[in-house]
Structure formats: C-alpha cells, structure tokens
T-cell receptor
Framework: GDSVTQMEGPVTLSEEAFLTINCTYT??????LFWYVQYPGEGLQLLLK?????DKGSNKGFEATYRKETTSFHLEKGSVQVSDSAVYFC????????????FGIGTKLQVIP | NAGVTQTPKFQVLKTGQSMTLQCAQD?????MSWYRQDPGMGLRLIHY???????DQGEVPNGYNVSRSTTEDFPLRLLSAAPSQTSVYFC?????????????FGPGTRLTVL
C-alpha cells in the first residue's frame, strides 16, 4: 500500500529563517500530493497540493514541487513567521481513486521570535 | 456553509461505556471518513464511506461502528470504550468531483477513556 516518510520533529526555527520539511512517499501510479497543516487545537486543513509530476503547489508563502523521479514532495518556505507554528502533514492521495489518503506522522514546527 | 462539524468537542468516558461521536457535512460530499490521531502515529483511518448506505473498514476499525443513512451524517460509535481509545478523532469529507485525496476536516473530538 501507499506510505509516506517525513521527519517527526519538532523543528524549531527563528523567525525569518528558511524552512524545509522533507517528504518522500511510495505509491502505485502517480497520486496527487498534499500538504495539510494543523494549527493548535484545530483540525487539519489543506495547505497546498500538486496533481501531476513537476507541478508546484503554493499557498501562504509555502511551496512544494511534485518530483516523480525521487517520489518526493518537500515543503519549503523562505521566511517563516511565528504564526506558522503548527504541525504539517504530507499526504499522497490514494492512486486507486478511493479518496483515501495516507498521512505522514506530522512534523511539528515551532517558530520563535 | 458550516463545512464539517463534529460534536462533542471534548468527552470523558469510563471504561466500558458506549457513546456516539457525531459528524455532519453540508457540502453534499459523497465520501466521509473517520480518523484517530495519536502522538507519533499521525492519522489512522478507522472507517470510511463512499456514499449513503455504504461503509468500509480502514486501518484500525476494531471497537468502532459506523453507519451512513444520509449523505450528510456519519456517526462513529464506540461500543465499549477502552483506555486505548483515548485519542483525538477527526471526521473528514471529500467530493468525487474534486482532486482525489483532497479532504475537508472537522475540528475534532478529544476523547479520554478512564
């Protein structure tokens, strides 16, 4: 079945630092890829997505590129803010088309002023 | 639109008690799912439904029942609560017309079983 590997963290960065959270996955075919974000005390919400190889998803200053050759979807942001403190989940959509998503364990990011 | 709503937000049970976690969505989504979130384990799929009257087991279904009598509602029943079911539970929905795997989540129910 599908699987995803991402660093658990926590990752602690100073404000305005560069962020990279690595994500690699295994899947049958070429699933859509997602990053979800969970702010403290809330549910998950979609941060960005990419639906095919070489697509770049972006939102709120975050970016991730669908790399088919390396089966990766690393999340990046050039300058993090305190408000970015949250847990980030990488998730390949199920390539079987049943709307089932395999989630990574989540990476907790803490940004300090 | 309210999106996906869940009740209650918090619940404390004693071992052996039963209860139902409610989930509703107003987006007319066909797919609905229940996940549990535990530290260090990410989200694990409990049960899911691809439409009214159709449900199936996910990764960790034991101790839970679901039903889907309407498109809007997807309750999760704990038959006899155990401390191992202490967790945060999330309901999610998605549309067959959307990107495969794009889900909309509720705010969660934090359950403690003593």
């Amino acid at each position: 079945g599908d699987s995803v590997t991402q660093m658990e963290g926590p990752v602690t960065l100073s404000e305005e630092a560069f962020l990279t959270i690595n994500c690699t996955y295994t899947a049958t075919g070429y699933p859509s890829l997602f990053w979800y974000v969970q702010y403290p005390g809330e549910g998950l919400q979609l941060l960005l997505k990419a639906t095919k190889a070489d697509d770049k998803g972006s939102n709120k200053g975050f970016e991730a590129t669908y790399r088919k050759e390396t089966t990766s979807f690393h999340l990046e942001k050039g300058s993090v803010q305190v408000s970015d403190s949250a847990v980030y989940f990488c998730a390949p959509g199920n390539s079987g088309g049943y709307q089932k998503v395999t989630f990574g364990i989540g990476t907790k990011l803490q940004v300090i002023p | 639109n309210a999106g996906v709503t869940q009740t209650p937000k918090f619940q404390v049970l004693k071992t052996g008690q039963s209860m139902t976690l409610q989930c509703a969505q107003d987006m007319n989504h066909e797919y609905m799912s229940w996940y549990r979130q535990d530290p260090g384990m990410g989200l694990r799929l409990i049960h899911y439904s691809v439409g009214a009257g159709i449900t199936d087991q996910g990764e960790v279904p034991n101790g839970y029942n679901v039903s889907r009598s309407t498109t809007e509602d997807f309750p999760l029943r704990l038959l006899s609560a155990a401390p191992s079911q202490t967790s945060v539970y999330f309901c999610a929905s998605s549309s067959v017309e959307g990107v495969v795997g794009e889900q909309f989540f509720g705010p969660g129910t934090r359950l403690t079983v003593l």
